[in-house]
């Protein structure tokens, strides 16, 4: 079983930055596709940012220029850079990875951007 242990959230004043990680209980090779996703409170959750297959990295027009997706993969972990934030940013942030017929979560950190 996939286990991915996020972790870097908190309560930040807009403006400010956090940096969010993701930590995979196996290579993270073996995944097709990983990102991050977000949900805020009565809203759907929607893609943040990810990594494709072939390596390449996408963002929601929401975060381009602001967030930043890299991975170490010695250490089996993505990270996700968050600068500028700002209050509609807050959500609790959730790493997903993909093999096909599987969808993996991790359990959520939560980001708070206070005005």
């Known amino acids: 079983q996939v286990q991915l242990v996020e972790s870097g959230g908190g309560l930040v004043q807009a403006g400010g930055s956090l940096r969010l990680s993701c930590a995979a209980s196996r290579s993270i090779f073996s995944f097709n596709s990983m990102g991050w996703y977000r949900q805020a409170p009565g809203k759907q959750r929607e893609l943040v940012a990810g990594?494709?297959?072939?390596?390449?990295?996408n963002y929601a027009d929401s975060v381009k220029g602001r967030f930043t997706i890299s991975r170490d993969n010695a250490k089996n972990t993505i990270y996700l850079q968050l600068n500028r934030l700002k209050p509609e940013d807050t959500a609790v942030y959730y790493c997903n990875a993909w093999v096909p017929g599987n969808f993996y979560w991790g359990q959520g950190t939560p980001v708070t951007v206070s005005s």
């Open positions: 990594f494709s297959s072939g390596g390449s990295t």
